[in-house]
């Protein structure tokens, strides 16, 4: 059972278009976390988010964490071919920082 | 800015072989963590380490894999012998505080068993 549902799995656009992605879970999580993973390379932290309803941007990124704290959405403004990639949310639970990570949504952008 | 650094940053090995990877956290962060990523799914935990001890290495499999980091600073994760569905990327994160939740990821080994 994959705890963390994202989705789409996959999304191709083109340049200057807008896009959200999803992670979706039953359950909650104290922390949420997104990263970009570029091809053969390691994940890279964008936004951490803890307080439920809490909303951050990062210049053209938007990250929303559920009331409920159980999901997030990523939601990218005049989408640019640097921003291909694969984007992975994780949660945390417990004490001790173990992430749980979705399967990720591999995004494209067209230039 | 600091960076976890991992190698080899690729390995090719046959099965049944021994293989190592290395990993060394960002400086001053206690906490250390080994992943494995799969194409096209996302990275899962092998162990966590707190300083020198292992938090936990529920998923690790112990018949073949071991993780060390004797001196509480880099890590060496094995694998003996290798087998061919241990091909994927291995991953080392590092965490400042243990419940920060914010891990740093280095660049990963690549890992192809033939």
């Known amino acids: 059972t994959q705890l963390l549902e994202q989705s789409p799995q996959f999304l191709s656009i083109q340049e200057g278009e807008n896009l959200t992605v999803y992670c979706n879970s039953s359950?909650?999580?104290?922390?949420l976390q997104w990263y970009r993973q570029e091809p053969g390379e390691g994940p890279v932290l964008l936004v951490t988010?803890?307080?439920?309803?809490e909303v951050k941007k990062l210049k053209r990124l938007t990250f929303q964490f559920g009331d409920a704290r159980k999901d997030s959405s990523l939601h990218i403004t005049a989408a640019q071919p640097g921003d291909t990639g694969l984007y992975l949310c994780?949660?945390?639970?417990?004490?001790?920082?173990?992430?749980?990570f979705g399967k990720g949504t591999k995004l494209s952008v067209k230039p | 800015e600091a960076e976890v650094a991992q190698s080899p940053r690729y390995k090719i090995t046959e099965k049944s072989q021994a293989v190592a990877f290395w990993c060394d956290p960002i400086?001053?962060?206690?906490?250390l963590y080994w992943y494995r990523q799969i194409l096209g799914q996302g990275p899962e935990l092998l162990v966590q380490?707190?300083?020198?001890?292992?938090?936990?290495d529920s998923q690790l499999p112990k018949d073949r894999f071991s993780a060390e980091r004797l001196k509480g600073v880099d890590s060496t994760l094995k694998i003996q012998p290798a087998e061919l569905g241990d091909s994927a990327m291995y991953l080392c994160?590092?965490?400042?505080?243990?419940?920060?939740?914010?891990?740093?990821f280095g660049p990963g080994t690549r890992l192809t068993v033939t």
């Open positions: 400086s001053g962060h206690a906490t």
């Open positions: 359950s909650v999580f104290s922390s």
């Open positions: 994780a949660g945390a639970r417990g004490s001790q920082g173990n992430l749980i």
């Open positions: 988010v803890v307080t439920g309803g």
């Open positions: 380490f707190q300083d020198e001890s292992v938090v936990d």
């Open positions: 994160a590092s965490s400042p505080i243990r419940a920060t939740y914010e891990q740093y």
